[in-house]
């Protein structure tokens, strides 16, 4: 199943919510249909990663979208091919 990485800037509203924080992330894996790999609270730019699997690009989107209603932060997120994926994607080079 494909792999996707969110990288994830609060926004103010995101950081007045943070003693929720636990109940967004559990309310964002109810009402998205992918599956949560992980979550990370991170240093330097970016303040939290997330990593999520989706069936296709299609309900990635839609799981973004979803997240993004609740406005609590700004996300760029890369699709991610595993060691095999990508070597399978380099043999037909």
Do not use: C, N
């Not at 299609?58 to 609590?72: C, D, N, S, T, Y």
């Amino acid at each position: 199943m494909p792999h996707y990485i969110t990288l994830m800037r609060w926004t103010s509203q995101g950081i007045a919510g943070l003693p929720a924080w636990r109940e967004r992330v559990e309310e964002g894996e109810r009402i998205t249909g992918g599956k949560l790999v992980g979550v990370y609270a991170t240093l330097g730019r970016y303040d939290v990663v997330e990593i999520f699997e989706a069936p296709d690009d299609g309900l990635a989107v839609e799981i973004l979208m979803k997240l993004q209603r609740f406005g609590a932060e700004h996300t760029e997120t890369l699709r991610a091919f595993t060691r095999d994926e990508a070597e399978e994607i380099i043999r037909r080079l």
